[in-house]
């Protein structure tokens, strides 16, 4: 069965310092989101692509995080720098494409994402 | 705008007894309703979905959930629960379309008494 991969699992760093995600979406999905996860509470929209172009980037902490998807297909999310704050885990998820005048159902399919703790 | 509501942040039943775990939902448009599960330290796995077919909808491992409109509710149940039902639960709620984020609620942790 297809999955959406990520990596690193796990990754410490040291706050002010530079850290990279990297998520390969289910083949074929379109639509890629980053979501962020703070320990006790549910997953939050960092940003939205579609293909190569974001969608949604409204709640992606700008100054410091910034995400690509240059060919359409797996994705990067960076922070630079590092606070203590964003200790999380950081998930990816991908949707499949409306396709043949069906909408799709809206369904996210999760990696199994990639934890940060910042010191 | 759309947003979950989750009530209680901690259910704790007895193995083999009824899980209810409650949520509400808030949306402009008819809303597409998912619950997720999630082990620790993974990520989030599809229970089951409303996309505006049977109201009653049934999914993985047991588990079920009734969308009542009038009462914007989304409630997931399993008639008996199991040890290997310990775990996080998410209700969320899109606009469907296969396009558009989930809004996440907080999470329900069940806790299965031995």
């Known amino acids: 069965e297809a999955e959406v991969a990520q990596s690193p699992r796990y990754k410490i760093t040291e706050k002010s310092q530079a850290v990279a995600f990297w998520c390969d979406p289910i083949?074929?999905?379109?639509?890629l989101y980053w979501y962020r996860q703070i320990l006790g509470q549910g997953p939050e929209l960092l940003v939205q692509?579609?293909?190569?172009?974001?969608?949604?980037d409204s709640q992606l902490p700008k100054d410091r995080f910034s995400a690509e998807r240059l060919k359409g297909v797996d994705s990067t999310l960076k922070i630079q720098p590092a606070e203590l704050g964003d200790s999380a885990m950081y998930l990816c998820?991908?949707?499949?494409?409306?396709?043949?005048?069906?909408?799709?159902?809206?369904?996210?399919?999760f990696g199994e994402g990639s934890r940060l703790t910042v010191l | 705008a759309q947003s979950v509501t989750q009530l209680g942040s901690h259910v704790s039943v007895s193995e083999g007894a009824l899980v209810l775990l409650r949520c509400n939902y808030s949306?402009?448009?008819?809303?597409?309703l998912f619950w997720y599960v999630q082990y620790p330290n993974q990520g989030l796995q599809l229970l089951l979905k409303?996309?505006?077919?049977?109201?009653l909808v049934k999914g993985i491992n047991g588990f079920e959930a009734e969308f009542k409109k009038s009462e914007t509710s989304f409630h997931l149940t399993k008639p008996s629960a199991h040890m290997s039902d310990a775990a996080e639960y998410f209700c969320?709620?899109?606009?469907?379309?296969?396009?558009?984020?989930?809004?996440f609620g907080k999470g329900t942790h069940l806790i299965i008494q031995p």
């Open positions: 998820a991908s949707s499949p494409p409306r396709g043949g005048g069906r909408p799709g159902t809206g369904e996210l399919f």
């Open positions: 692509f579609q293909d190569e172009s974001v969608v949604d």
């Open positions: 969320a709620v899109g606009s469907g379309g296969g396009a558009d984020g989930l809004t």
């Open positions: 409303y996309t505006s077919a049977a109201t």
């Open positions: 949306s402009s448009v008819p809303p597409y």
């Open positions: 083949s074929g999905h379109a639509t």
